[in-house]
């Protein structure tokens, strides 16, 4: 089978893949596949490794009445690049690679939320601007983590490895909304209404994306946090209505906030980056070796499943 890997992976992701199959790779970091590039791959490929970004929209599968390919292998954990209905529709199986991020995921969660209550990412940047002038007792206080509050969004796999970080990792009382109950949370935790979770000292936004999702936290949600309250978004950039972000900021109606996901990334608007008080990573959840390693294998076992006619282990649809 001629399978496309759509950006540059680990070595031993592509050995593995090239074991099976006749692999072509786009060597590119960060290039999405372009509108013709999109059909191109359901056009003249059997199996295709797709990744964030790469927008197989209703209208690309439209384009293309009969796919050769049969099978969108994600290489992530996050679809909502794909429209999976439309996908099932034209005949092709999207799968996508659970587990494999989510303890580098949480660790971003935990970063972000230390390096933002800290004020962390403000100091290095006095410090490499030589504008440190010393110690000092009142010099860059910020907030205390332990023992405070977190409200998660979303106590899926990364939602509850968040949750045990806080609670074993930092004596911090958990508090959760989830669409659906959450019988073992894996931690003392309270599951409570969207608002109640948002009034939290520390808010970790860890939902997946989609339709559902869209736009999950706005101006009303942000209503419902408190001054000293810090915001975390490691979910999907949609998720958060980014304006209702900028505005609340800007405003002063909460303290800071930690991203490491935009909505419509890879553009961070000018406003965010100008505040000292927020901290930005560029999309860094599963960056690791390992992980991304471990993941692209996944999406392997995946795409060597269908090739041996067995049943797709991490099927969305």
């Keep these: ?39 191109a791959a359901l056009r003249d490929f059997d199996v295709v490794m797709p990744t964030l970004g790469d927008r197989f929209s209703a209208a690309v599968f439209a384009d293309v009445a ?134 939290a000292d520390f808010v970790v936004v860890a939902v997946p994306g989609g339709a559902a999702t869209h736009h999950l936290i706005g101006a009303q949600a942000f209503a419902a946090m408190k001054p000293t309250g810090i915001f975390i978004n490691i979910a999907r950039g949609d998720v958060v209505n980014e304006s209702a972000l900028i505005e609340t900021l800007q405003a002063g109606r909460i303290a800071g906030a930690g991203l490491d996901v935009y909505e419509f990334e890879p553009a961070v608007p000018p406003a965010l980056m100008a505040m000292q008080n927020v901290t930005l990573l560029p999309h860094l959840g599963t960056a690791c070796l390992e992980v991304r390693q471990a993941m692209g294998l996944m999406a392997v076992d995946n795409l060597i499943a269908h090739l041996d006619g067995r049943t797709l282990p991490n099927r969305v649809n």
């Design 1 to 39: 089978m001629r399978l496309l890997v759509t950006r540059r992976m680990p070595d031993a992701v592509i050995a593995a893949a090239r074991s099976r199959f006749d692999v072509v790779v786009r060597e590119v970091e960060s290039e999405v596949l372009s509108a013709d590039e999109l059909r």
């Design 66 to 199: 009969t796919p050769r390919c049969r099978l969108l292998a994600n290489f992530g954990v996050g679809f909502n690049h794909i429209d999976v209905s439309a996908a099932a529709a034209a005949g092709v199986a999207v799968t996508n690679t659970p587990g494999a991020v989510t303890d580098a995921t949480a660790d971003i969660a935990m970063s972000l939320i230390l390096m933002t209550a800290r004020r962390l990412g403000e100091g290095e940047r006095i410090l490499r601007a030589g504008q440190w002038q010393g110690w000092g007792p009142t010099q860059m206080l910020g907030q205390h983590v332990s023992g405070k509050t977190v409200g998660i969004m979303g106590m899926g796999r990364i939602g509850k490895a968040i949750a045990r970080r806080c609670h074993f990792g930092f004596g911090m009382q958990v508090v959760f909304h989830n669409r659906s109950a959450v019988s073992d949370p894996g931690v003392p935790a309270s599951q409570v209404t969207l608002d109640q979770a948002m009034g």
